[in-house]
């Protein structure tokens, strides 16, 4: 064999070999640890504080011991691809309700025990959900909002069923990404306004982001998870909010803190302007990430309630 194909060949094989073992073996490491069940199954009533939100601690804690204080009850639906979904609804005298979407390896009650609260003072029955690979929620991965939006329209149903009456789906975070992937197939008629709470523009710009924070080679590690996101979880982490958003009939309310250091305020510009049907965004000065509404003042509060209440006038039990 010429030498001149053997040196060919040889850099080839180490072409090859240093790729796998620093670009394609770390992307899949990464991918896996990215999307995998904690190891530990926290239970939704858990509140996990993260740092930031310890400034809201006696806020959350407020509403956690109203919600827990009311009679409630566990629900169980499956997903379309088999796993066992839970949830918690609080029920009111009225038929409309707020489906909570809850964010990237939190719970229901650290993102929406003081939001539960405020809405179900305002009559709302409450269902706050585990989303799947969370808490009590079956599933081994989540795909940060692309198969999680088809989870959010079989909850749509179940609250129809359960309840009548008109349904309002906030999302935070990952959530809120899950809305925006959820908007355009949910029914116009059942569901009657959508709240995204400091959502991302698609899992690849959030994983993106990660990676550069982590000094990670993302331009190399990326169209290697994008691949593997498909061949192995059936899910594109390349898609965007912006494509279903695009197609939405129902009225969309954006919520982002100006000081949010995981997703930035832009994300939710973008979507914003992507939003085909009615929509506003409120921007808060100096809230980090998920606390929009904890840190809004009582007029931007009322701003928001006024614009979700104006979609969802059927409120009376009949």
Known sequence: MPNALITVLWTAFGIILFYMVFIFAPSLVGLLGLLA???TKDSSFDI?????LEKYSCMI???KGYLTGLPYEEVCIRSRDGLELKGFHFGSSSRKTVIFV???HATAMVNFAYHGMEFHKRGYNVI??????HCESGGRYCSM??????????????????????IVIYGTSMGAATVGFASANLDPDVVKALVMDCGFTSPYTQIKRELDRRHLPSFAMMPVMVFLSKLIFKADISEKAAGPLSRCRIPVCFIHGDADMTVPPEDSMVNYGS????????????APHTAGFLEADEGMKKEI???IERNTPKGEKQ
């Not at 706050?128 to 690979?133: E, F, G, S």
Request: proline letters at 2%; a neutral charge.
């Open 305 to 307: 309630f006024d614009f």
């Open 128 to 133: 706050m959900i585990c989303q799947r690979a």
């Open 48 to 52: 996990p504080f993260k740092d930031y």
């Open 61 to 63: 804690d407020e509403g």
């Open 145 to 166: 909002g692309i198969k999680e939006a088809g989870d959010v329209a079989l909850w749509a149903d179940w609250a129809r069923e359960r309840n009548g009456g008109d």
């Open 37 to 39: 069940r904690l190891k």
């Open 102 to 104: 809850h964010g990237y």
């Open 275 to 286: 939003t085909a049907s009615a929509k506003k965004m409120f921007t808060v000065g100096g």
